[in-house]
């Protein structure tokens, strides 16, 4: 069975860039799946912020994408996620999710879910 890890500071200052890295066991990144990033601000709903694809195709939401960028490192097995210039409003639980759907908006649109990193945006 798949497992899905995030890992990551838990707290930034604004302007900074947020560094997060799922290492997945159980399972290659390069299946063929989408493995997605996805986040939940507090008091929100769940906001798919991209994913890559086991061939190593790259995604993104149309509203993150100028400050997002997602790679990968298949000797490791593990995808990254990296968001520029962070704002208390990228304050959420961030989660690394593996399914055969692009896009994920809730919980059914993915199989395999890491357990979440809170990460808290504050001066």
């Known amino acids: 069975q798949v497992q899905l890890q995030e890992s990551g500071p838990g707290l930034l200052k604004p302007s900074q860039t947020l560094s997060l890295t799922c290492t997945v066991s159980?399972?290659?990144?390069?299946?063929?799946?989408?493995w997605g990033w996805i986040r939940q601000p507090p008091g929100k709903g769940l906001e798919w912020m991209g994913a890559?694809?086991?061939?190593?195709?790259?995604y993104y939401s149309p509203s993150l994408k100028s400050r997002t960028s997602i790679s990968r490192d298949t000797s490791k097995n593990q995808f990254t996620l990296q968001v520029r210039s962070v704002t208390p409003g990228d304050t959420a639980v961030y989660y690394c999710?593996?399914?055969?759907?692009?896009?994920?908006?809730?919980?059914?649109?993915?199989?395999?879910w890491g357990q979440g990193i809170q990460v808290y945006v504050s001066s």
């Open positions: 159980g399972g290659s990144i390069t299946d063929y799946y989408f």
């Open positions: 890559i694809t086991g061939s190593g195709s790259i």
């Open positions: 999710a593996r399914g055969e759907n692009l896009e994920v908006r809730a919980t059914t649109d993915a199989d395999d």
